[in-house]
T-cell receptor, first 117, second 115 residues
Framework: GAVVSQHPSRVICKSGTSVKIECRSLDFQATTMFWYRQFPKQSLMLMATSNEGSKATYEQGVEKDKFLINHASLTLSTLTVTSAHPEDSSFYIC?????????????FGPGTRLTVL | AQSVAQPEDQVNVAEGNPLTVKCTYSVSGNPYLFWYVQYPNRGLQFLLKYITGDNLVKGSYGFEAEFNKSQTSFHLKKPSALVSDSALYFCAGRAPNSGTYKYIFGTGTRLKVLA
């Protein structure tokens, strides 16, 4: 099946620093990747849609200068949390859409736990 | 606005009993519907999907779901619950002709299976 990985799985950083999270589709090409944020005991909130070779589309209320998304290849998208603050602490999940499947379904990564001190 | 609803925050069931986790949707057209399970500090694991065809869909780990168009529901079921089924379950929908591939997620239902 289609596998999506994320790196790192956990990261702890100091307030004011930037953190990069990678999302990779391991065995398929993904023209579109999605970035979600999940608060404790809550549902997934879509942050942005990332298309290979073009600018990401951000959901309303998500700061594009704060959450930089790059989708430079068909297998890699990165999310950079710039000047992180404690309120950015969260669980970040990516997903990738495959063209190989008949219905373009999404496959999810294992998530990255970000803790900002 | 399109939406997916999971009316129960938590469902408790005794091990060995049948379980149902409810999901209703308001998604245009003939929606694609999905169930995912999430264990603590993990991403979402795919359980099953409805695209078209037979209304009863069978998925991983003995789970199944029934698509009911008249009731706009897609409830997740399992005939005999296991303690290891305890987790957070998400229902999601997508409108295939919307021009977007975004999923609409429900708020999640925490399933607790009691030994």
């Amino acid at each position: 099946g289609a596998v999506v990985s994320q790196h790192p799985s956990r990261v702890i950083c100091k307030s004011g620093t930037s953190v990069k999270i990678e999302c990779r589709s391991l065995d398929f090409q993904a023209t579109t990747m999605f970035w979600y944020r999940q608060f404790p005991k809550q549902s997934l909130m879509l942050m942005a849609t990332s298309n290979e070779g073009s600018k990401a589309t951000y959901e309303q209320g998500v700061e594009k200068d704060k959450f930089l998304i790059n989708h430079a290849s068909l297998t890699l998208s990165t999310l950079t949390v710039t000047s992180a603050h404690p309120e950015d602490s969260s669980f970040y999940i990516c997903s990738a859409r495959t063209l190989a499947g008949a219905h373009n379904e999404q496959f999810f990564g294992p998530g990255t736990r970000l803790t900002v001190l | 606005a399109q939406s997916v609803a999971q009316p129960e925050d938590q469902v408790n069931v005794a091990e060995g009993n049948p379980l149902t986790v409810k999901c209703t949707y308001s998604v245009s057209g003939n929606p694609y519907l999905f169930w995912y399970v999430q264990y603590p500090n993990r991403g979402l694991q795919f359980l099953l999907k409805y695209i078209t065809g037979d209304n009863l869909v069978k998925g991983s780990y003995g789970f199944e779901a029934e698509f009911n168009k008249s009731q706009t529901s897609f409830h997740l079921k399992k005939p005999s619950a296991l303690v290891s089924d305890s987790a957070l379950y998400f229902c999601a929908g997508r409108a295939p002709n919307s021009g977007t591939y975004k999923y609409i997620f429900g708020t999640g239902t925490r399933l607790k299976v009691l030994a």
